[in-house]
């Protein structure tokens, strides 16, 4: 305050000497709002430069007396725009302000702190509260999807409140995570399925979410940090972005305003593969076996045993999908009294899964606190708290899943026998049978913080805030008596446990603000964080149930397995940060940071992440001042490094661990092989934009441009299975990802009526990996299906290329040897080695997951108080590999059932095909990895179409004096239209959704759906 | 004012030599460091225990060893239910180095001869002195050594050319710990592998415990293995010798009727080596083999008996104890226990020695008489008359067939002996060269260990 004052004096004299040389004469104007032309009183009208100014009146009028020529009228009020008008020889100036549509004066949160807009060096996407609100969204992923540039959501499947995944920029690492850093209001927070695995493998893709916690509504914005000198604040963790969450706050002095949201909706599931029906099946399954050598099963074999001559003929996917109900209602309150402030918010979200056995309950809760002590001190906490419950199924690639059977059940099997009992088919369990496991992940969470803050002389503020991030992650898995996986080891099996999660976060600050004179300031910013993340959990599995009602551990006859583990992993970092401002010109920023990790191995504990960056702002340069058009433009540069810690907390050390059990005896056996010189990934960005707003506001956008080098890449290193391990992890690799990002918004109309907004962006990322181990290629994740080699991209999809269909025993003969069992009617496959022989060393890079291009737009209409938004999202270039296609339609290798696309195979009648012949066995491997699964797997999706009513104001202020200060009615509908060439059910799937190198695989994988929702959302 | 902020900034700094602050000092609590792992007795024991538990796994003696061999030599084969495809590649003698489950037999047996070359190297580091009793430390390298010459034998047998002992083929030996330095080990000679084999059961039946269980490593059972690694060896002089060491040592007895074996199972007073199996430590043996109708539990039938099994097996006194037919089809019963999970695997059995020492007879001058009555003992047991075979040709034709009746499905001596009788070509068309003979190598070896080959023809 005492600077300010100073400068305010300094400009006054400043003024005031200059007096003497101009003659008096006044301006006046009438300022109105140039949504309904109603005049707006107290506006600040001041001569820019000076301390001259006045204040409208009630009838929006001013008069100002100038000291001198020319000059500027600069005029601001909260929530419209600032103005500057140029005086010129003009006595009379009116104005139209137009509600703060720039983003300029936005204030932006960043790392430690906020800033405006305008005064941001680095890359940052930023999406407001508005964007999110009304949205029956349960994920981060349906939040910013397709609303910043450069960031890719990718959701593993329709599994409500299901796993996600977040590239921000592409994927900077191999081994260790490619997730972002999670900060909500300045608390690092956890972002890690809990999930412990389980019999047949777990769930598969259909973990949970652990932000899937958070209530949406609370959210007042969301800041993802994209380039170094955005995110090298976060050192250590800040290599693939930084996304800031901040939640609602009120302000002192707020009248306390009451808003309650209710919407309801349904979800519809995707259209579904279209399976054979019995007569189908029965022919395609007895033409395999002929073709395979085997006797053709006679009719009386397909039909129902309890119910001769009759074949059923059963939908098993309109026995598992539903319509599914999604309901949310949430209430707010919000204000502040004279030293404190308050936001307080309670949710509950209930949705049904499309397919039967899934949903997803949340319960939260949240207070917001800051309160000002007096001059000096004040105070605050937040706090949040959760319950979350997920009801799973199994899917992707385990044989109890619902869809996994569904895909495969042959259909002349009835669901159920005449008692009740589910049918045994040529599954493990029919899909109307794995419905009955019940796997329930419940979570309890705990995210608070307190904080005090002294600022003991002007603009030195100190700050300590103590935060608890505990998460309680139970999963409790029942497998009825009616299952196949309730009777293989007694009556009955259960798996219960918990893994909870501690995360004790300290962190200081102290920051400085130091105007030298009006063209100069700094500010500064130094702290420390101590982070200390301790894991214990517990597992136990039994069996011999009385029944299926008594579900409880302490029911069971026979207990099977307890484990448990623990673990715990520690930061200590040093930062600091420094922004110089000269002028409003030229905009200066250097950070640094220094992180001691208790997983880097004893001689590297400490990792150091500076970076540095520079912004001119041309708009205040003299020159472009003659530039009317041109609101504002920034060139921004910035250039530091990141890095990457997210692998195993005790990667580094040769290890023997103990579970190794032996006649009921636990032994110890080598666990992992020893590296002592295990450090993090280092990521050096160099970023290259500008922002710009032009003509009044109307039109705004931003540029960058990128390019980031990751080396030191943890990869785990395969070794030779004689050596008793298959992997040691090594520093070794690099990767680079370069790429542009362009956003752009425009109000195509702007009058008091009628507004018509299109925002939208495009971001364009090349991936690259640069050095691998000895340059040899990673035969990665999952089923093999990907290779990282050294110049491809991260997300390569690897198998054989098809050639095309083997018509005759000539063509095969004449072809390089496939198999001993190829037949006219397999593929034939490229022999890209021209050894002669088909074999593995002829496979190609087929595809890849990662888009050329992505990004989406949204279109705003409004008229009076209706609203239509339209949020479109696509990926272009991408491509996927269609598992579905392997079994389901490429071959019929055992009983299993297929697509009616396999209607279409070869036969000796029906060569033109691409579908190979039907064969038990599938001697040739038709479905070996190859390109006939692979397609292209672009995407235009309407994400959401929005139609919302807000009550006029005049009809509100008709009510009880009042009482209401806003009503919103909305219809909503999301992924209402897809545009794709991807015969698969939704291209936005992946089965490996967290793997750095397994996105964009398709493998049974529960689809999406298309949700409509009503809301009604009202304000008093 | 100014004193309030000198406090916070040293009540905030103050703290960073306190313990809230010491974050980065975590060790490890559900590991151990490799430096403290085995450090006396009672963690060596704990360490061998951990050998032992590497040989339940599901790609080892947990399932796979019963199906490779036996669909191999096609006995078995895949059913309308078999999904993996290692089946359907070994129904046809056309495996695939990349196949997942052959890359995981490999890499499962190899981290059993890893766990044991630990124990074995770190126990030899420790002294009596360190809380041993008597010559346990001793025993317990023995014990290690057997489980290691175990790995490298079943290892040599699927992967190698253990019936040329000229051949280069043999495969890498694990002889020390893992580590990044030593990981990629050249294939030793078959002659070599036989050699490290044999000094390890040298140094087991010298030093091991007594017999106490059939689930630990006795002596009688290092003696056996060495038997039946003669055999293959062709040293059958010594095979000879050693497998009468062990009818003769008086420690196992065939059971009075063949079915008492399956149903007495792990205590069984012929079985002479076979991993712990039970509830909780289950094998998946019987739940690949059973049908989905089976009277036995319901079970996924990956595997079953092929007519070229259930035509040799028609009519013997063993059938009903070997195979049983249900709605599905035919399946093997040798692993009747679905639920108790408690079937062995049948690593070593008394009859399978009588059959060696016949055969090892046949081939080293043995008389007819000598031979025939090591036949009839099996014969006689399983409720069959004598042989009639009294030629010496004829009677290594009657004890290969004696074998496949009496041992299918439990160790793969049917695939072994018609690759060491080589008529394999005869008795499975798909078999048309000798490089057929061995699994192709992991693929996960060759690529990454640059002094292994491929086998010939993979």
Same mark, same amino acid.
């Given at each position: 305050?005492?600077?300010?004052?100073?400068?305010?004096?300094?400009?006054?004299?400043?003024?005031?000497?200059?007096?003497?040389?101009?003659?008096?004469?006044?301006?006046?104007?009438?300022?109105?709002?140039?949504?309904?032309?109603?005049?707006?009183?107290?506006?600040?009208? !001041?001569?820019?430069?000076?301390?001259?100014?006045?204040?409208?009146?009630?009838?929006?009028?001013?008069?100002?007396?100038?000291?001198?020529?020319?000059?500027?009228?600069?005029?601001?009020?909260?929530?419209?725009?600032?103005?500057?008008?140029?005086?010129?020889?003009?006595?009379?100036?009116?104005?139209?302000?137009?509600?703060?549509?720039?983003?300029?004066?936005?204030?932006?949160?960043?790392?430690?702190?906020?800033?405006?807009?305008?005064?941001?060096?680095?890359?940052?996407?930023?999406?407001?509260?508005?964007?999110?609100?009304?949205?029956?969204?349960?994920?981060?992923?349906?939040?910013?999807?397709?609303?910043?540039?450069?960031?890719?959501?990718?959701?593993?499947?329709?599994?409500?409140?299901?796993?996600?995944?977040?590239?921000?920029?592409?994927?900077?690492?191999?081994?260790?995570?490619?997730?972002?850093?999670?900060?909500?209001?300045?608390?690092?927070?956890?972002?890690?399925?809990?999930?412990?695995?389980?019999?047949?493998?777990?769930?598969?893709?259909?973990?949970?979410?652990?932000?899937?916690?958070?209530?949406?509504?609370?959210?007042?914005?969301?800041?993802?940090?994209?380039?170094?000198?955005?995110?090298?604040?976060?050192?250590?963790?800040?290599?693939?972005?930084?996304?800031?969450?901040?939640?609602?706050?009120?302000?002192?002095?707020?009248?306390?305003?009451?808003?309650?949201?209710?919407?309801?909706?349904?979800?519809?599931?995707?259209?579904?593969?279209?399976?054979?029906?019995?007569?189908?099946?029965?022919?395609?399954?007895?033409?395999?076996?002929?073709?395979?050598?085997?006797?053709?099963?006679?009719?009386?074999?397909?039909?129902?045993?309890?119910?001769?001559?009759?074949?059923?003929?059963?939908?098993?996917?309109?026995?598992?999908?539903?319509?599914?109900?999604?309901?949310?209602?949430?209430?707010?309150?919000?204000?502040?009294?004279?030293?404190?402030?308050?936001?307080?918010?309670?949710?509950?979200?209930?949705?049904?899964?499309?397919?039967?056995?899934?949903?997803?309950?949340?319960?939260?809760?949240?207070?917001?606190?800051?309160?000002?002590?007096?001059?000096?001190?004040?105070?605050?906490?937040?706090?949040?708290?959760?319950?979350?419950?997920?009801?799973?199924?199994?899917?992707?690639?385990?044989?109890?899943?619902?869809?996994?059977?569904?895909?495969?059940?042959?259909?002349?099997?009835?669901?159920?026998?005449?008692?009740?009992?589910?049918?045994?088919?040529?599954?493990?369990?029919?899909?109307?049978?794995?419905?009955?496991?019940?796997?329930?992940?419940?979570?309890?969470?705990?995210?608070?913080?307190?904080?005090?803050?002294?600022?003991?002389?002007?603009?030195?503020?100190?700050?300590?805030?103590?935060?608890?991030?505990?998460?309680?992650?139970?999963?409790?898995?029942?497998?009825?008596?009616?299952?196949?996986?309730?009777?293989?080891?007694?009556?009955?099996?259960?798996?219960?446990?918990?893994?909870?999660?501690?995360?004790?976060?300290?962190?200081?600050?102290?920051?400085?603000?130091?105007?030298?004179?009006?063209?100069?300031?700094?500010?500064?910013?130094?702290?420390?964080?101590?982070?200390?993340?301790?894991?214990?959990?517990?597992?136990?599995?039994?069996?011999?149930?009385?029944?299926?009602?008594?579900?409880?551990?302490?029911?069971?006859?026979?207990?099977?397995?307890?484990?448990?583990?623990?673990?715990?992993?520690?930061?200590?970092?040093?930062?600091?940060?420094?922004?110089?401002?000269?002028?409003?010109?030229?905009?200066?920023?250097?950070?640094?940071?220094?992180?001691?990790?208790?997983?880097?191995?004893?001689?590297?504990?400490?990792?150091?992440?500076?970076?540095?960056?520079?912004?001119?702002?041309?708009?205040?340069?003299?020159?472009?001042?003659?530039?009317?058009?041109?609101?504002?433009?920034?060139?921004?540069?910035?250039?530091?490094?990141?890095?990457?810690?997210?692998?195993?907390?005790?990667?580094?050390?040769?290890?023997?661990?103990?579970?190794?059990?032996?006649?009921?005896?636990? =032994?110890?056996?080598?666990?992992?092989?020893?590296?002592?010189?295990?450090?993090?990934?280092?990521?050096?960005?160099?970023?290259?934009?500008?922002?710009?707003?032009?003509?009044?506001?109307?039109?705004?956008?931003?540029?960058?441009?990128?390019?980031?080098?990751?080396?030191?890449?943890?990869?785990?290193?395969?070794?030779?299975?004689?050596?008793?391990?298959?992997?040691?992890?090594?520093?070794?690799?690099?990767?680079?990802?370069?790429?542009?990002?362009?956003?752009?918004?425009?109000?195509? !109309?702007?009058?008091?009526?009628?507004?018509?907004?299109?925002?939208?962006?495009?971001?364009?990322?090349?991936?690259?990996?640069?050095?691998?181990?000895?340059?040899?290629?990673?035969?990665?994740?999952?089923?093999?299906?990907?290779?990282?080699?050294?110049?491809?991209?991260?997300?390569?999809?690897?198998?054989?290329?098809?050639?095309?269909?083997?018509?005759?025993?000539?063509?095969?003969?004449?072809?390089?040897?496939?198999?001993?069992?190829?037949?006219?009617?397999?593929?034939?496959?490229?022999?890209?080695?021209?050894?002669?022989?088909?074999?593995?060393?002829?496979?190609?890079?087929?595809?890849?997951?990662?888009?050329?291009?992505?990004?989406?737009?949204?279109?705003?209409?409004?008229?009076? =108080?209706?609203?239509?938004?339209?949020?479109?999202?696509?990926?272009?270039?991408?491509?996927?590999?269609?598992?579905?296609?392997?079994?389901?339609?490429?071959?019929?290798?055992?009983?299993?059932?297929?697509?009616?696309?396999?209607?279409?195979?070869?036969?000796?009648?029906?060569?033109?095909?691409?579908?190979?012949?039907?064969?038990?066995?599938?001697?040739?491997?038709?479905?070996?990895?190859?390109?006939?699964?692979?397609?292209?797997?672009?995407?235009?999706?309407?994400?959401?179409?929005?139609?919302?009513?807000?009550?006029?104001?005049?009809?509100?202020?008709?009510?009880?004096?009042?009482?209401?200060?806003?009503?919103? !009615?909305?219809?909503?509908?999301?992924?209402?239209?897809?545009?794709?060439?991807?015969?698969?059910?939704?291209?936005?799937?992946?089965?490996?959704?967290?793997?750095?190198?397994?996105?964009?695989?398709?493998?049974?994988?529960?689809?999406?759906?298309?949700?409509?929702?009503?809301?009604?959302?009202?304000?008093? | 004012?100014?004193?309030?902020?000198?406090?916070?900034?040293?009540?905030?700094?103050?703290?960073?030599?306190?313990?809230?602050?010491?974050?980065?000092?975590?060790?490890?609590?559900?590991?151990?460091?490799?430096?403290?792992?085995?450090?006396?007795?009672?963690?060596?024991?704990?360490?061998?225990?951990?050998?032992?538990?590497?040989?339940?796994?599901?790609?080892?003696? @947990?399932?796979?060893?019963?199906?490779?061999?036996?669909?191999?030599?096609?006995?078995?084969?895949?059913?309308?239910?078999?999904?993996?495809?290692?089946?359907?590649?070994?129904?046809?003698?056309?495996?695939?180095?990349?196949?997942?489950?052959?890359?995981?037999?490999?890499?499962?047996?190899?981290?059993?001869?890893?766990?044991?070359?630990?124990?074995?190297?770190?126990?030899?580091?420790?002294?009596?002195?360190?809380?041993?009793?008597?010559?346990?430390?001793?025993?317990?390298?023995?014990?290690?050594?057997?489980?290691?010459?175990?790995?490298?034998?079943?290892?040599?047998?699927?992967? @190698?050319?253990?019936?040329?002992?000229?051949?280069?083929?043999?495969?890498?030996?694990?002889?020390?710990?893992?580590?990044?330095?030593?990981?990629?080990?050249?294939?030793?000679?078959?002659?070599?592998?036989?050699?490290?084999?044999?000094?390890?059961?040298?140094?087991?039946?010298?030093?091991?415990?007594?017999?106490?269980?059939?689930?630990?490593?006795?002596?009688?059972?290092?003696?056996?293995?060495?038997?039946?690694?003669?055999?293959?060896?062709?040293?059958?002089?010594?095979?000879?010798?050693?497998?009468?060491?062990?009818?003769?040592?008086?420690?196992?007895?065939?059971?009075?009727?063949?079915?008492?074996?399956?149903?007495?199972?792990?205590?069984?007073?012929?079985?002479?080596?076979?991993?712990?199996?039970?509830?909780?430590?289950?094998?998946?043996?019987?739940?690949?083999?059973?049908?989905?109708?089976?009277?036995? @539990?319901?079970?996924?039938?990956?595997?079953?008996?092929?007519?070229?099994?259930?035509?040799?097996?028609?009519?013997?006194?063993?059938?009903?104890?070997?195979?049983?037919?249900?709605?599905?089809?035919?399946?093997?019963?040798?692993?009747?226990?679905?639920?108790?999970?408690?079937?062995?695997?049948?690593?070593?059995?008394?009859?399978?020695?009588?059959?060696?020492?016949?055969?090892?007879?046949?081939?080293? @001058?043995?008389?007819?008489?000598?031979?025939?009555?090591?036949?009839?003992?099996?014969?006689?047991?399983?409720?069959?008359?004598?042989?009639?075979?009294?030629?010496?040709?004829?009677?290594?034709?009657?004890?290969?067939?004696?074998?496949?009746?009496?041992?299918?499905?439990?160790?793969?001596?049917?695939?072994?002996?018609?690759?060491?009788?080589?008529?394999?070509?005869?008795?499975?068309?798909?078999?048309?060269?000798?490089?057929?003979?061995?699994?192709?190598?992991?693929?996960?070896?060759?690529?990454?260990?640059?002094?292994?080959?491929?086998?010939?023809?993979?």
């Amino acid at each position: 305050m005492k600077a300010n004052l100073r400068l305010l004096i300094v400009c006054g004299l400043i003024a005031f000497g200059l007096q003497g040389y101009a003659q008096d004469r006044t301006v006046s104007g009438k300022v109105t709002s140039i949504d309904d032309g109603s005049a707006i009183p107290g506006v600040n009208v !001041i001569v820019k430069g000076t301390t001259n100014g006045t204040v409208t009146d009630v009838d929006g009028n001013y008069k100002i007396t100038l000291t001198s020529d020319g000059g500027t009228l600069v005029f601001s009020f909260i929530g419209y725009e600032t103005a500057e008008i140029e005086i010129g020889t003009r006595s009379v100036i009116d104005l139209q302000m137009s509600i703060d549509a720039t983003e300029l004066s936005e204030v932006v949160v960043i790392g430690y702190g906020t800033s405006q807009k305008k005064d941001l060096t680095g890359s940052v996407a930023s999406v407001r509260s508005d964007e999110i609100q009304n949205i029956p969204v349960i994920g981060i992923d349906q939040a910013i999807q397709g609303k910043a540039a450069g960031v890719n959501v990718i959701s593993a499947n329709g599994q409500p409140g299901g796993n996600v995944s977040l590239r921000v920029r592409g994927s900077t690492s191999i081994q260790a995570s490619n997730e972002p850093l999670y900060v909500i209001d300045g608390i690092p927070v956890v972002n890690q399925a809990l999930f412990q695995g389980g019999q047949f493998g777990g769930l598969g893709g259909q973990t949970s979410n652990s932000i899937s916690d958070l209530n949406w509504s609370d959210v007042e914005s969301i800041e993802i940090l994209k380039d170094a000198s955005a995110a090298a604040i976060y050192g250590s963790r800040a290599s693939n972005g930084v996304v800031l969450i901040t939640t609602k706050r009120g302000k002192r002095g707020q009248k306390a305003t009451l808003s309650l949201n209710y919407y309801r909706g349904q979800t519809e599931v995707f259209e579904l593969p279209d399976m054979l029906n019995s007569a189908q099946y029965i022919e395609l399954q007895n033409e395999a076996r002929v073709n395979a050598g085997l006797t053709a099963r006679p009719l009386t074999f397909f039909e129902d045993p309890n119910n001769p001559g009759v074949t059923p003929d059963t939908d098993w996917m309109d026995i598992i999908f539903r319509t599914a109900a999604v309901q949310q209602f949430d209430a707010s309150v919000r204000g502040g009294g004279e030293a404190t402030a308050y936001f307080a918010s309670f949710t509950v979200n209930d949705q049904e899964g499309t397919l039967r056995g899934t949903g997803f309950t949340r319960l939260s809760g949240r207070i917001n606190l800051d309160s000002k002590v007096n001059d000096w001190l004040s105070f605050g906490s937040n706090v949040a708290i959760s319950y979350t419950d997920g009801a799973l199924q199994a899917n992707d690639n385990f044989i109890i899943g619902p869809y996994f059977s569904a895909l495969r059940t042959a259909p002349y099997f009835t669901p159920q026998q005449p008692g009740g009992a589910f049918t045994v088919t040529n599954q493990f369990d029919n899909p109307l049978a794995a419905t009955q496991y019940q796997n329930n992940n419940q979570t309890y969470r705990i995210l608070a913080s307190g904080f005090f803050e002294i600022e003991p002389i002007s603009n030195l503020k100190i700050r300590s805030s103590l935060s608890l991030d505990y998460n309680n992650f139970q999963q409790d898995q029942f497998w009825p008596t009616t299952v196949l996986g309730g009777r293989l080891t007694g009556s009955g099996w259960s798996q219960q446990g918990f893994n909870q999660q501690r995360n004790v976060i300290w962190e200081n600050t102290v920051s400085y603000l130091k105007e030298i004179n009006d063209r100069h300031s700094v500010t500064g910013l130094v702290g420390a964080s101590w982070q200390e993340d301790r894991r214990y959990s517990v597992l136990s599995t039994a069996t011999n149930f009385p029944n299926d009602q008594l579900r409880t551990l302490n029911s069971a006859a026979t207990p099977l397995q307890t484990t448990g583990a623990r673990t715990a992993n520690g930061l200590n970092s040093f930062f600091g940060r420094v922004n110089y401002n000269f002028d409003d010109r030229v905009l200066v920023t250097g950070t640094v940071r220094a992180d001691g990790s208790s997983r880097f191995a004893e001689d590297e504990r400490y990792g150091v992440f500076p970076s540095i960056a520079v912004a001119w702002r041309v708009s205040n340069e003299a020159f472009a001042s003659g530039l009317s058009f041109l609101d504002d433009l920034k060139i921004r540069a910035s250039y530091g490094a990141t890095g990457n810690q997210q692998f195993g907390n005790f990667a580094s050390r040769g290890l023997f661990q103990g579970g190794f059990v032996y006649n009921g005896v636990s =032994g110890i056996a080598p666990s992992q092989i020893a590296n002592d010189q295990l450090k993090w990934e280092n990521t050096v960005t160099l970023d290259i934009g500008f922002d710009f707003t032009l003509l009044n506001s109307r039109i705004n956008g931003s540029f960058d441009w990128y390019s980031s080098q990751t080396d030191d890449l943890l990869l785990n290193a395969p070794l030779p299975p004689n050596s008793g391990f298959t992997t040691v992890t090594r520093n070794i690799g690099e990767i680079e990802n370069t790429g542009i990002e362009v956003t752009l918004g425009a109000d195509i !109309i702007r009058t008091s009526d009628f507004t018509w907004n299109i925002t939208g962006n495009i971001a364009a990322n090349r991936n690259e990996v640069k050095k691998l181990v000895d340059g040899s290629d990673i035969n990665a994740t999952g089923f093999g299906q990907s290779i990282i080699r050294e110049g491809e991209t991260l997300n390569s999809f690897f198998g054989h290329q098809v050639v095309g269909i083997f018509q005759t025993a000539q063509d095969v003969s004449d072809a390089p040897t496939q198999t001993a069992g190829t037949a006219p009617g397999d593929f034939q496959f490229l022999d890209a080695d021209g050894d002669g022989a088909i074999t593995n060393a002829d496979r190609v890079i087929l595809g890849t997951a990662q888009p050329d291009f992505l990004g989406g737009f949204t279109n705003s209409i409004n008229y009076k =108080g209706l609203e239509l938004i339209a949020f479109f999202q696509y990926s272009i270039g991408n491509e996927i590999l269609n598992m579905n296609l392997r079994d389901g339609v490429l071959s019929m290798r055992n009983a299993d059932n297929v697509q009616t696309a396999a209607l279409n195979r070869w036969t000796p009648t029906n060569t033109n095909t691409d579908i190979p012949r039907m064969v038990i066995g599938d001697p040739n491997q038709n479905r070996r990895f190859n390109s006939a699964m692979v397609e292209d797997g672009s995407f235009l999706r309407m994400k959401t179409l929005t139609l919302a009513y807000n009550l006029p104001s005049s009809l509100l202020n008709s009510i009880y004096d009042g009482f209401l200060s806003n009503v919103r !009615i909305y219809a909503q509908a999301t992924n209402l239209l897809t545009i794709t060439d991807y015969s698969g059910v939704d291209p936005e799937v992946s089965t490996f959704v967290n793997t750095s190198s397994g996105n964009g695989v398709d493998n049974n994988t529960y689809p999406g759906g298309k949700t409509y929702t009503l809301g009604i959302n009202v304000s008093f | 004012m100014k004193k309030l902020s000198i406090l916070s900034l040293a009540l905030i700094f103050a703290f960073t030599s306190c313990e809230v602050t010491e974050v980065l000092e975590q060790e490890p609590a559900q590991s151990l460091s490799d430096a403290t792992a085995i450090v006396d007795a009672q963690s060596a024991e704990t360490a061998l225990t951990g050998v032992y538990s590497g040989l339940q796994s599901g790609n080892y003696y @947990g399932r796979m060893h019963l199906a490779w061999g036996a669909v191999l030599s096609g006995y078995m084969g895949s059913t309308s239910q078999t999904t993996r495809n290692s089946t359907f590649q070994s129904e046809t003698n056309t495996n695939d180095p990349n196949d997942n489950t052959l890359k995981a037999t490999w890499q499962f047996i190899y981290r059993v001869a890893n766990r044991a070359s630990n124990v074995v190297t770190l126990v030899e580091g420790l002294s009596d002195s360190d809380g041993f009793a008597g010559s346990r430390r001793t025993q317990i390298i023995a014990e290690a050594r057997f489980l290691r010459a175990l790995a490298h034998f079943d290892l040599l047998s699927y992967f @190698g050319r253990h019936w040329d002992n000229s051949s280069p083929l043999g495969i890498p030996l694990r002889l020390e710990p893992g580590n990044v330095s030593n990981s990629e080990q050249p294939r030793a000679t078959v002659a070599e592998v036989y050699a490290s084999i044999n000094e390890d059961l040298d140094f087991a039946i010298a030093n091991a415990p007594a017999f106490s269980s059939t689930v630990s490593v006795s002596s009688i059972a290092a003696t056996a293995l060495k038997a039946k690694v003669a055999l293959f060896q062709q040293d059958y002089a010594q095979a000879a010798t050693l497998a009468n060491t062990v009818i003769n040592s008086g420690t196992f007895q065939l059971e009075a009727s063949y079915s008492d074996i399956f149903v007495n199972r792990l205590n069984s007073s012929e079985l002479i080596f076979s991993p712990f199996f039970s509830q909780i430590e289950g094998s998946g043996h019987s739940f690949f083999i059973l049908t989905p109708s089976s009277p036995l @539990g319901q079970g996924r039938w990956d595997y079953g008996p092929t007519a070229q099994f259930t035509s040799v097996m028609s009519g013997d006194p063993r059938e009903a104890a070997s195979i049983g037919t249900t709605a599905d089809g035919v399946e093997v019963v040798k692993y009747p226990n679905l639920t108790a999970g408690d079937d062995p695997a049948y690593v070593l059995r008394l009859a399978e020695i009588h059959l060696i020492r016949a055969e090892a007879l046949a081939r080293s @001058g043995g008389s007819v008489a000598d031979i025939q009555a090591e036949l009839n003992a099996v014969r006689t047991r399983a409720g069959l008359a004598n042989t009639t075979a009294s030629t010496v040709a004829d009677l290594l034709t009657a004890i290969q067939a004696e074998k496949v009746l009496e041992l299918a499905f439990e160790n793969g001596t049917e695939w072994f002996d018609a690759i060491r009788y080589d008529n394999i070509q005869a008795l499975k068309a798909s078999v048309t060269s000798d490089n057929q003979y061995v699994l192709p190598i992991s693929q996960d070896e060759v690529d990454n260990n640059a002094n292994v080959e491929q086998s010939p023809g993979y």
